[in-house]
């Protein structure tokens, strides 16, 4: 008699919940809209150029506000993408609410150059931690801390190398040290005083359910393309690769090595020594808009060599664009992805309301890719508006 009494219990009880799931799925609309919860669907936040120690002219109502702050405000919007739901434009996941978010990749320029009275890298690096790592609150598929994934950008390297023009300290590889440490795990983690970049380079891959994700060290220059290539030996030819770093496909003319002996930097040739490449375009000095046209060739070689290199993520230059990198002589295209800077960017250095970061979709089953365009600041006045969709742009990773 009690056992039956004890499942007439039971089943009443499971009654009253399925009951109580139903009222509650009627009375918020929003539930019933199809989460994505395919695991088959990688999602991964895309930002770069932190630059800790700038400050913005202008933010949410204050002026000269620094790079600590503005951070802190794009993760706090960052944190919110789980319950987003994505606009119905025809990409991966289109129409579901945003749900787990598997990667947040920073693509470097995490500390400022030192250049004086910029704080050190050192002194970044502690509130890059505080924002990036401690403050996002994002989980993945498997319900565990999203994880960081991190490439090196010029200013990050300046500190670790040194610099034309003076900085203080004159060089602190503080940024490096920590992005070759968290993301290449050696097994006697590098130290601010062993640590040599012509060696110990930033360079890993990651397989995630088929697809090749590869993040180098600035561009790819014949040094790089040398570890891609061994790299890329170990992968299958069908294998969709994507490629992560911080300068664009045409890379910058002053970020290549002095041509000249002694192959120092000056403030007069504007060469930074970044590569391992020296400049070929002739033998003055770089300037901002040099030419990269012979640089890229062998880039542009690699590429054809390795059709599966599908997609390039990139920062630097900043501002949101989708477009296709096709060389100089126009006989390559690669999809390519350039991200805005929280601090830094073209458009919204000037324009606050043009502050964004990507977030990326990607289905692993269809090799299918989307990228959004994720304006987070379209409402200065309120800093707690939503995020707003902006740009989209969904291309095929299959390798013919």
């Known amino acids: 008699m009690q056992l039956q009494l004890f499942n007439a219990q039971k089943s009443l009880i499971s ?80 129409g579901k609410k945003a749900g787990a978010v598997d990667y947040l990749i920073q693509t470097g320029d995490i500390a400022n150059r030192m250049e004086i009275p910029y704080q050190s890298a050192a002194d970044s690096w502690v509130q890059f931690e505080t924002d990036y790592m401690h403050g996002v609150t994002l989980t993945d598929h498997n319900h565990k801390p999203t994880k960081l994934l991190l490439a090196p950008g010029n200013h990050d390297i300046s500190n670790a190398i040194g610099y034309a023009k003076p900085m203080n300290p004159k060089t602190d590889p503080t940024a490096m040290v920590k992005i070759y440490n968290l993301m290449l795990k050696p097994a006697h983690p590098k130290t601010n005083a062993d640590y040599n970049y012509s060696t110990d380079k930033i360079n890993y891959s990651k397989n995630i359910h088929g697809i090749h994700f590869v993040f180098i060290t600035l561009w790819p220059d014949s040094a790089e393309r040398i570890w891609m290539q061994k790299d890329l030996d170990t992968v299958a030819v069908k294998t969709p690769v994507i490629v992560f770093c911080h300068d664009q496909p045409t890379c910058e003319a002053k970020h290549f090595t002095n041509p000249l002996p002694p192959h120092n930097m000056t403030a007069q040739n504007k060469f930074e020594n970044l590569t391992a490449e020296q400049y070929k375009e002739g ?118």
């Open 283 to 400: 033998l003055t000095a770089a300037g901002d808009d040099g030419s990269t046209d012979i640089e890229q060739r062998g880039w542009i070689k690699f590429l054809k060599a390795h059709p599966n290199i599908k997609a390039y993520f990139h920062g630097n230059s900043n501002w949101n664009e989708f477009y296709v990198y096709k060389g100089p002589d126009n006989d390559v295209a690669l999809n390519t992805f350039r991200v805005d800077s929280p601090m830094k960017g073209k458009y919204s250095s000037k324009d606050e309301t043009k502050l964004s970061f990507q977030l990326i979709s990607l289905d692993a089953a269809s090799e299918t890719l989307t990228a959004r365009e994720c304006l987070w600041n379209t409402d200065p006045a309120n800093p707690s508006s939503n995020i707003v969709f902006g740009a989209v742009k969904t291309v095929s990773l299959k390798v013919e």
């Open 15 to 94: 009654s009253i919940i399925l009951f109580t799931i139903a009222v509650l799925f009627l009375l918020n609309p929003e539930s019933a809209r199809c989460q994505n919860t395919d695991k088959n669907v990688i999602q991964m936040v895309f930002t770069s150029d932190a630059h800790y120690a700038l400050t913005r002219k202008k933010f949410q109502g204050d002026t000269n506000v620094n790079a600590h702050l503005v951070n802190a405000a794009m993760i706090k919007k960052i944190n919110t993408i789980p319950g987003l739901i994505l606009p119905d434009d025809g990409g991966v996941a289109a």
